[in-house]
């Protein structure tokens, strides 16, 4: 396991989330297990690897153990009761959606579709500009990615049973839009639903039991979110991208080909 060498700093936001450098010599993004937010860790785990296996353009993530005598260093650090928390490869040079005002072209456009329909997999309710890293690949044009799936599965401190009926409303998300207007074309959202329906099961419960015990999810809980993942992309996700498209992906499509029409 890589080990903590040095730490950089406090990064910006509301969790405990700090820049350490680590001896594999990369800095990453390590949010830590704290009281209040007890499923923020298990939900960015169980969210990564999904969204790994999806190939979704996510930072490359791990768990990692920091002693105790490295965190109680940290200024202003906020107490952890596990040694084990999230780490996710930092990514030099970014700007986050707020900070980019004229984006001619996201490189990776082809991953969009997929992304916006893994938010409603997982119920993520905080797809905000500030969780998608941008860099300027070219004049205008950039790579994005998707960071911090703390709120997914409807909150950082979900617990028990209320993952089993969370809604099935449209998420309002300005970064959903922003990211829908650069898909093309809406064949890529049915693609990615065959993507996420063709996940094996057991790859589902094996993320999902490598949680470390620290961090305090019950058994009981670990089989509600694997049913509810199960049950969600087969049952539910084809009713809410139907409602998506004609909600949001078409009229936002159509406004923006009228609008073509009366430039011509
Ligand atoms: N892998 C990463 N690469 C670059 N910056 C990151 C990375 N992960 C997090 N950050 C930065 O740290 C901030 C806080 O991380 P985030 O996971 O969004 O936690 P919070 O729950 O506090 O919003 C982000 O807004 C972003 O600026
Ligand atoms: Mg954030």
């Known amino acids: 396991m890589i080990k903590p060498v040095s730490y950089v700093k406090k990064l910006e936001g509301k969790s405990n989330t700090h820049l350490i450098k680590f001896d594999d010599g990369y800095d990453y993004a390590v949010k830590y297990f704290i009281a209040g937010f007890e499923k923020s860790l298990p939900n960015e785990w169980v969210a990564y690897c999904l969204a790994r296996y999806l190939q979704l353009p996510i930072p490359y993530a791990r768990i990692v153990e920091i002693p105790p005598d490295f965190s109680s260093q940290i200024p202003g650090f906020i107490e952890s009761s596990s ?57 205008e044009k950039y790579h994005l990615w998707i960071i911090d799936h703390a709120e997914c599965f409807g909150s950082y401190n979900w617990i028990g049973e209320e993952v089993e009926d969370l809604p099935v409303k449209i998420l309002k998300s300005a970064t959903h839009q922003l990211m829908a207007q650069f898909v093309k074309d809406e064949s890529a959202f049915y693609e990615a639903l065959k993507v996420i329906q063709t996940l094996p099961n057991f790859l589902i419960e094996e993320v999902i039991s490598l949680i470390p015990e620290d961090w305090q999810v019950s058994e009981a809980e670990k089989k509600i979110l694997s049913q509810y ?36």
Not at 102 to 121: C, G, P, R, T
């Open 229 to 264: 993942l199960i049950r969600r992309r087969k049952k539910i996700l084809p009713h809410i991208l139907k409602k998506y498209m004609a909600r949001e992906y078409l009229p936002l499509h159509s406004a923006e080909k009228s609008k073509e029409e009366e430039e011509e």
């Open 83 to 139: 040694n084990f928390q999230f780490a996710s490869r930092y990514i030099p040079g970014c700007s986050n959606g707020h900070e980019v005002s004229h984006m001619k072209e996201i490189v990776n456009e082809q991953q969009l579709a997929s992304i916006i329909l893994f938010d409603y997999w997982l119920s993520n309710g905080d797809r905000t500009k500030k969780n998608i890293l941008l860099r300027e690949e070219e004049d």
